[in-house]
C-alpha cells in the first residue's frame, strides 16, 4: 500500500536526545509508524520517562552523554542488546549558544562544536559501520536554517557553523554511501517551539524579529520537524539521498 511507505515496521532507530523537544517529538511519531527506538540524552525527563512506562516494548532509553568519544560504540551496541538492529539513526542532540565573534570562547566553541558536529559524526560513523554490515539503513542529521543564513537579531557564529558543517558532512556521507544502501539526508528547521528556543519566545523583542521573518508568521511545532524525519527515514524517500530538507515557514526565502 502506498502509506505503508511511510511507516517503520520491524524497523529499529537510535534517537539521540530523544528526552524533550524536537527529538520527543520524533521519538513519539517513529513508535507510532511501528519503529522500536533506543533513545538516549543526559536527563530524563518527565514526558520520557511517561513514554517508556507507556510502551515498554518500543522505547529503550540510555543515559549518554553524546560527547563522550565512545558515545557511538555504546549506543550502537545498546540498540543492537535491545532490538537486534539498527536501521535508522537520528542525530538530533544538538546546543546553542549566542555571542560575539571576536569573544566567543575555546570553551564555548568545543560545547557548540563537541555537541553538534563531533559527537553526531562518530555516531553516524558507528552507526553506518553496522548498516553497512547490515546491508542497509537511513540516517536523518538535524541541521539548520542557521546553517544557511546568520540568525538575527542573536549572534550564534559557532552554532551556524556546526549546522554548515552538518549540512556538508550529510551531502559526503550521501555521496559516500549512496550505492551500498544507506540514506543520508538532514532536516534544516526554522524556529521551532522547544527549551533551546523558550528563552527567545519569550523575550517580546527577539520574538517580533523571529515573527517578522518567517512569512508563515509562526513558529513550528516539534510534531511538524518529525513529520519530515519520518519522511526521509521512511521507504517514502527512496530516492532521496543527500538532500537538506528545509522546513522554516518561508524563513530562507527572503
Ligand atoms: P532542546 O534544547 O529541547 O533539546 C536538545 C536535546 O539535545 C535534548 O534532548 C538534550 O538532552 C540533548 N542533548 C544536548 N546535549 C547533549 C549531550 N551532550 N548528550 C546527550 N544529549 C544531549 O532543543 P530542540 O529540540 O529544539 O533541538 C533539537 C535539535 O534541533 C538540535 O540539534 C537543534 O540544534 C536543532 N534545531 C532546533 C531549532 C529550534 O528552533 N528549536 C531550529 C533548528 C535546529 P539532555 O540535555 O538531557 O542531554
Given at each position: ?93 544538538g546546543v546553542a549558544a549566542n555571542g560575539n565573534f571576536h569573544e566567543f570562547d575555546d570553551a564555548q566553541l568545543d560545547y557548540i562544536m563537541g555537541t553538534n558536529l563531533i ?24 541541521g539548520s536554517i542557521s546553517g544557511y543564513v546568520a540568525n538575527k537579531p542573536q549572534l550564534q557564529v559557532a552554532y551556524n557553523a556546526s549546522k554548515a558543517a552538518i549540512h556538508q ?19 534544516a528547521?526554522?524556529y521551532?517551539?522547544?527549551?533551546m528556543t523558550?528563552g527567545g ?5 527577539w520574538?517580533?524579529i523571529w ?40 524563513y530562507t526565502?527572503?
Amino acid at each position: 500500500m502506498p502509506l505503508d511507505q511511510f511507516r517503520l515496521d520491524r524497523k529499529t532507530a537510535l534517537i539521540t536526545g530523544g528526552n524533550r523537544g524536537i527529538g520527543l517529538a520524533i521519538a513519539r511519531l517513529f513508535g507510532e509508524a511501528g519503529a522500536r527506538c533506543l533513545l538516549t540524552s543526559r536527563s530524563e525527563t518527565p514526558e520520557l520517562t511517561a513514554l517508556l512506562e507507556e510502551h515498554p516494548d518500543r522505547y529503550r532509553w540510555v543515559q549518554e552523554d553524546v560527547t563522550d568519544p565512545e558515545a557511538g560504540a555504546r549506543l550502537v551496541a545498546a540498540t543492537l542488546d535491545a532490538f537486534g538492529t539498527l536501521d535508522v539513526l537520528v542525530n538530533n542532540a544538538g546546543v546553542a549558544a549566542n555571542g560575539n565573534f571576536h569573544e566567543f570562547d575555546d570553551a564555548q566553541l568545543d560545547y557548540i562544536m563537541g555537541t553538534n558536529l563531533i559527537a553526531p559524526f562518530r555516531i553516524a560513523r558507528a552507526a553506518v559501520a553496522q548498516m553497512l554490515k547490515q546491508g542497509g539503513g537511513t540516517v536523518v542529521n538535524v541541521g539548520s536554517i542557521s546553517g544557511y543564513v546568520a540568525n538575527k537579531p542573536q549572534l550564534q557564529v559557532a552554532y551556524n557553523a556546526s549546522k554548515a558543517a552538518i549540512h556538508q558532512m550529510t551531502k559526503t556521507m550521501a555521496f559516500e554511501y549512496a550505492g551500498r544502501g544507506i540514506r543520508v539526508n538532514a532536516i534544516a528547521p526554522g524556529y521551532v517551539v522547544s527549551d533551546m528556543t523558550k528563552g527567545g519566545i519569550a523575550n517580546a523583542e527577539w520574538n517580533r524579529i523571529w515573527t517578522e521573518n518567517t512569512p508563515m508568521g509562526r513558529f513550528a511545532e516539534p510534531e511538524e520537524m518529525a513529520n519530515c524525519a519520518l519522511f526521509l527515514a521512511s521507504p517514502a524517500s527512496s530516492y532521496v539521498t543527500g538532500e537538506i530538507l528545509v522546513a522554516d515557514g518561508g524563513y530562507t526565502t527572503h
